[in-house]
């Protein structure tokens, strides 16, 4: 047998070691996943992320033959559940569920163990919703010229509730006071539905709130709807015009997303990202979603990327501007 030249052996085994990384990666990719898989929600058990996520981990389990467990990591508007995960493995074993407010808080607070944009890896978008801007039956109001020529005719005397400093109905509300040039007092509430509940008692006089929170209310007419935040008009309410049908270029919506720890191998995200926007394009969970009032919204993931760095630096000039402090 003739045996290769040292210098040449050395080559060949050099370009054999650089091909290794790549090989298992995609033997990794290929596998995955072989165990199951922690996906991790910054909100208490019950809530809207909570279902969502739910919903997606369980369509998640049967389609790739490992459990998708869901792991419930409240407090701090989020903060606590995106640093478990930015420390953890990145093998795509470690999931993290994620709306807005992740985004908001990158402004909202002054120091952050880490950086949305830098250390979590975007695998796919799974909704929108948008918040209704309702008032009281109270108001003199019925569209949103009507309600801004209130509110301008009354500045400093409308209250307006939310579910807390820096929350999506929050930024929201700033957004609209800084673009109509209003002045209306903010109100924090821990959580949607206790303000909801002051809403309707008149203790407050206008929310923007998530469509699935008041939509009951709506349709009971204990509230009255003026407009939607999102870019286009609702299924659900399809009567009801959009704020930025009267002021150009408002749009406010949540969302919901899932990441990943940065340096997740490629493979694994972009093989969930195909499975999760297979599954939103499908009739199971397209209904399940629209039954909350909310839309199924696939990206791809760099799509999502630059989704998420655009609303990191939206949320941040109105938190600026507004002078928008974490409780």
């Not at 369980?58 to 419930?72: A, K, M, P, R, Y």
Request: proline share 7%; glycine share 8%; aromatic share 8%.
């Amino acid at each position: 047998m003739k045996f290769p030249h040292r210098r040449q052996f050395l080559h060949l085994a050099a370009g054999a070691a650089a091909a290794l990384p790549a090989v298992s990666r995609i033997a990794r990719a290929q596998a995955y996943p072989a165990r199951p898989v922690r996906w991790v929600v910054g909100t208490a058990a019950g809530g809207a992320q909570d279902t969502v996520a739910r919903i997606m981990a369980q369509w998640l389990s049967e389609h790739l033959g490992q459990q998708f467990v869901i792991e419930n990591r409240p407090g701090a508007n989020g903060n606590i559940a995106t640093d478990a995960v930015v420390h953890s493995a990145p093998d795509g074993y470690t999931l993290l569920h994620f709306g807005a407010s992740i985004a908001i808080n990158a402004s909202l607070y002054e120091k952050l163990n880490f950086s949305l944009v830098r250390d979590i890896e975007p695998i796919a978008s799974i909704m929108s919703f948008p918040n209704v801007l309702v008032v009281n039956p109270s108001v003199p109001a019925k569209t949103v010229p009507e309600f801004i020529a209130y509110a301008k005719a009354n500045p400093g005397k409308l209250n307006m509730g939310s579910a807390g400093n820096g929350s999506i109905q929050h930024t929201s509300g700033e957004l609209f006071k800084m673009m109509a040039g209003v002045n209306m007092v903010h109100v924090p509430y821990r959580g949607g539905a206790p303000a909801i509940t002051d809403l309707i008692a008149g203790q407050v006089r206008v929310i923007f709130s998530p469509a699935p929170e008041c939509l009951e209310y709506v349709r009971t007419g204990w509230l009255r709807p003026l407009a939607v935040t999102s870019a286009a008009r609702l299924d659900v309410l399809p009567e009801i015009p959009t704020v930025g049908e009267f002021l150009s270029g408002y749009e406010a919506s949540g969302w919901m997303r899932v990441g990943a720890p940065k340096n997740t191998p490629v493979e694994i995200i972009d093989g969930l990202n195909n499975k999760i926007n297979a599954g939103l394009t499908g009739p199971q969970i397209k209904s399940r979603l629209a039954n909350m009032s909310a839309v199924a919204f696939s990206l791809s993931a760099s799509d999502f990327k630059s989704y998420v760095a655009a609303e990191v630096e939206k949320w941040g000039k109105v938190i600026r501007a507004a002078n928008i402090k974490a409780e």
